[in-house]
């Protein structure tokens, strides 16, 4: 995972989601025969618990890759939208439409694609 952009970049972030949305009670599902060596070779998968293949979880990093990349649009406007603050004082002192020019702006310049 790239901590900084939330963007999966390996195997291990697809097992870790899977982790998450099917294992929840097994963190430990799946570990690696050389933790420094993580290639699809390495993957060790506990007792009683299917090893997905090799295509299934390149498949399911590029999908994950994809959605990901599709809402660059959103992430870039939420930085640059007005705060929660100002749309507060916006509606209290009566500049919605001065608001609204300002997201926009945004918009415009990160267009959903």
């Given amino acids: 995972m790239d901590w900084d952009t939330g963007r999966m970049t390996h195997i291990e972030d697809v097992l870790a989601q899977i982790a ?26 506990a007792e009683g618990y299917e090893k997905p293949s090799q295509g299934f979880l390149e498949a399911e990093l590029a999908r994950y890759q994809a959605e990901h990349d599709a809402q660059a649009y959103a992430r870039s406007r939420k930085v640059e939208y007005p705060s929660i603050e100002e749309c507060v004082h916006a ?12 997201r926009q702006v945004v918009k415009q310049k990160y267009p959903k694609e």
């Avoid at 509606?91 to 300002?102: C, S």
């Fill in 20 to 45: 998450m949305d099917e294992h929840p009670q097994r963190y430990d599902w799946f570990s690696w025969a050389d933790p420094n060596d993580k290639r699809y070779d390495n993957l060790r998968i």
């Fill in 91 to 102: 509606m209290l002192d009566g500049g919605l439409d001065e608001l609204q020019a300002k």
